[in-house]
């Protein structure tokens, strides 16, 4: 692959936490969670979820369409920001959700294919190109990573790329029958923890390359310097103690970004909340990272908007984007009390100053899926 | 720009009359029993493919190979499946909703094969084979399989094993295919210069600045 270097031009975001990075930002920094109760009829009982004022603003206000389209397009608009059509044109779409357009109710009344959400995004925005990755959890991460690759091999001039996922029946009853959701506020990482939160979520990157941006007159805010992804050949994948495949991840992502441990400034963790991936998590840190985790923190954002699927990579990307640029690190939204069989020594209670200008994030799927992503401040 | 020379090609066929081809040891009955019919078909017609290509069986230490996998419109068989179970304090089953992932059968192959390598399961056949390509190039893995699947009535599968191709640019590519009809334009139309490459060597468009060229040695 050629050594051409993949730069972010544009973040765009809306959940549970907020309608727009700034605001999404500023809930995290005060550690409000915007998680509540919701009596569903998917679950036995009452659960925690996260959901976005976008599901219920105003039809009239935009275009009508099912709660994932109209937090996607949320999202692109602020991630596209002052970039006009000429500058936005040729651009990939390149798009990661669970549920798509069945996301309201999960029974997919239209039918529709799981291309289809991105298909019509895109005749919206004029996009050259749409793709649906649809890996679980971690999609967003990989279509970021996807897009990042395809500029890499001079396949396309940039993307707009993320995810968009909204509650649905059908995630609400898979992740009660696994025993995942959360009957109060989720705390990831924490001797309490209660499981997850599912939430409503969008969030987008404009990439480009180096010399595309440069050439379209568009400022660099971050670079993303590699992504991996994997899958774990452990036959109960939900829960791989050990976390091997995502260890794999991580590790290869900091081989490709000619990138060591001890260079980061943080990671992004995902934190789910859940004991066993609580677990496999740092475990798989661990192996990778070393004693470096001794010194470098740890920080999550589902205590804060909840597990937004296919979104969640991207938001935690956003979000890990605007902690480098300002310099501070907020702290893992929940955690009261660390766990300690997790083993890992710095998870942020309290924020602090970042000290560095790269970051790890991390991120797992159901069916063994994971992925690692670094980014950094452009010179 | 990308192009994949395709040094080899050979289509594998199977017998028309098992609509699950029994894939052997590789894949127990017990597992087998956890996929839905057309995630069967795609997992089958994989480790048929790994089989054939000496890649059965996990691997220790573990393959490096990826797996890029088609998975067509949502699997509704499996969501409508899990959501005509138990209601609500009823006990749903995970195995079933775990089935409406869509990459749950890059998960099964993974399994049955040993791989930690990347892999990413996409709505269309042109993303996915374009992301095994990438993934070759950048030398983030040694193989790579890339498989998809129509659902429904007539459902068939096409997995295509790519390799880097010793003393030449590209990758060799091996493929087999469950025969049945695949209508033009549909989402397996990415894969299927793979399965069955014309006689002369040629070249064909994937996807916006992705071609193939290949020479077959049939």
Do not use: Y
């Amino acid at each position: 692959m050629s050594g051409t270097r993949v730069f972010v031009h544009g973040l765009g975001a809306a959940c549970a936490a907020g309608e727009g990075v700034e605001a999404i930002w500023t809930a995290w920094r005060r550690g409000e969670t915007r998680l509540a109760p919701l009596a569903s009829r998917s679950t036995a009982s009452r659960v925690f979820v996260g959901r976005s004022r976008v599901r219920s603003s105003d039809p009239a206000a935009e275009p009508p369409g099912p709660t994932a389209m109209a937090l996607a397009r949320r999202a692109i608009r602020e991630a596209l920001g002052e970039a006009d059509p000429e500058c936005r044109a040729g651009l990939d779409l390149v798009l990661g959700t669970t549920v798509g357009l069945g996301g309201d109710t999960g029974r997919d009344p239209e039918g529709a294919p799981f291309g289809a959400l991105a298909e019509r995004l895109s005749g919206e925005w004029g996009f050259a190109r749409a793709s649906t990755v649809v890996s679980s959890c971690t999609a967003s991460m990989e279509a970021l990573g996807t897009a990042a690759d395809r500029i890499r091999a001079g396949l396309s001039p940039g993307a707009v790329a993320g995810g968009a996922d909204a509650l649905s029946d059908l995630v609400l009853r898979g992740f009660d029958c696994l025993g995942m959701l959360a009957r109060r506020t989720p705390r990831p990482f924490d001797r309490e923890r209660c499981g997850c939160a599912i939430g409503d979520g969008a969030a987008f990157l404009l990439l480009m390359s180096e010399e595309e941006g440069r050439r379209r007159g568009l400022p660099a805010i971050a670079e993303l310097v590699a992504g991996a992804a994997g899958i774990s050949d452990h036959p109960f994948s939900l829960a791989e103690p050990e976390g091997n495949a995502l260890a794999g991840a991580i590790a290869a992502a900091l081989d490709a970004g000619g990138a060591a441990s001890p260079d980061l400034a943080f990671v992004q963790a995902f934190g789910l909340g859940t004991e066993a991936g609580d677990v496999a998590e740092a475990n798989a840190l661990r192996a990778v990272l070393g004693s470096a985790l001794d010194r470098v923190p740890v920080t999550g954002t589902k205590g804060l908007f909840g597990h937004t699927l296919g979104a969640a990579g991207a938001l935690d990307a956003v979000l890990s984007i605007r902690a480098l640029r300002e310099g501070r690190i907020p702290a893992l939204t929940g955690l009261v009390e660390p766990d300690p069989a997790c083993a890992l020594p710095r998870l942020l209670r309290e924020e602090e100053p970042a000290r560095g200008d790269l970051v790890l994030q991390v991120g797992v799927g159901l069916c063994g899926q994971s992925a690692a992503l670094l980014w950094r401040l452009p010179p | 720009m990308i192009a994949a020379l395709l040094v080899a090609a050979r289509a594998a066929r199977w017998g028309p009359a098992d609509p699950v081809p029994d894939p052997g040891p590789a894949l127990p009955e017990e597992r087998r029993r956890k996929l839905a019919p057309a995630d069967a078909l795609v997992v089958t017609t994989g480790l048929e493919l790994a089989r054939s290509t000496g890649l059965a069986g996990p691997a220790d230490p573990p393959r490096r190979m990826a797996i890029a996998l088609a998975a067509d419109g949502c699997p509704r068989g499996a969501r409508a499946e899990f959501l005509a179970g138990p209601p609500p304090p009823g006990l749903a089953s995970p195995t079933l909703f775990l089935r409406t992932s869509a990459n749950f059968p890059a998960a099964q192959l993974a399994i049955a094969l040993g791989s930690r390598g990347p892999s990413a399961t996409f709505a269309g056949s042109a993303d996915a084979l374009e992301r095994a390509v990438l993934w070759l190039a950048a030398g983030a893995a040694e193989e790579a399989i890339v498989l998809g699947a129509r659902r429904g009535e007539g459902a068939e599968a096409v997995a295509a094993l790519l390799r880097r191709d010793d003393g030449s640019e590209g990758w060799r590519v091996e493929a087999s295919r469950r025969p049945g009809r695949i209508p033009d334009g549909d989402e397996l139309s990415a894969l299927l210069p793979l399965v069955s490459p014309p006689a002369e060597a040629g070249e064909v468009g994937l996807a916006e600045g992705l071609r193939l060229r290949w020479r077959t040695s049939r």
